[in-house]
């Protein structure tokens, strides 16, 4: 299948990697973004999920460093991923399926990508350990952290008194 040429635009996104050897660019707006709480996603980013921003193929342009970039296809599951073959970011994630998109992690964009994330992908697969907005606070003698109060347990009523 003919890749399609790339479209370039007045408005248009910067993103690149870690260390700076990839850098890539889209057309604004991007076209839609969602967190993924797959197990695979999970695996590729180490992490609870992962922010990704859709890009049509052909509004999505890798700007430096082509040559940088290495790519894991899973067969099984029809994807590939692609990350920079220096510091290891990942940088994109095409799959079989979606043919004409391509989905980058949205914490490697400079600026606003014109979606917000207002979708979620794998849900199911959320985590028990994942921080889901509960009420956090100030940790004492450590500026910067903050956690998570247990939970106040409630008084047990002895049910053994008669009535």
């Known amino acids: 299948m003919k890749k399609p040429e790339a479209i370039a635009t007045d408005a248009s996104v910067k993103g690149h990697c870690r260390c700076g050897a990839v850098h890539f660019e889209i057309d604004f707006p991007a076209r839609w973004a969602w967190h993924d709480h797959s197990h695979a996603t999970r695996q590729a980013h180490s992490a609870a999920y992962a922010t990704y921003v859709g890009s049509w193929r052909k509004r999505f342009r890798v700007t430096k460093g082509q040559a940088e970039i290495t790519r894991f296809e899973d067969k099984a599951l029809r994807t590939a991923r692609s990350f920079c073959a220096r510091c290891g970011t990942p940088l994109f994630y095409e799959r079989a399926q979606s043919p004409h998109m391509v989905n980058i992690p949205r914490a490697l964009f400079v600026s606003r990508t014109g979606r917000q994330p ?19 606070v100030p940790l004492k003698g450590f500026p910067g ?19």
């Open 145 to 163: 952290v903050v956690w998570e109060r247990p939970r106040k347990r409630k008084k047990q009523i002895a049910n053994d008194e008669p009535f």
């Open 118 to 136: 207002l979708y979620h992908i794998g849900i199911d697969e959320l985590q028990e350990w994942t921080y889901t907005g509960e009420p956090l």
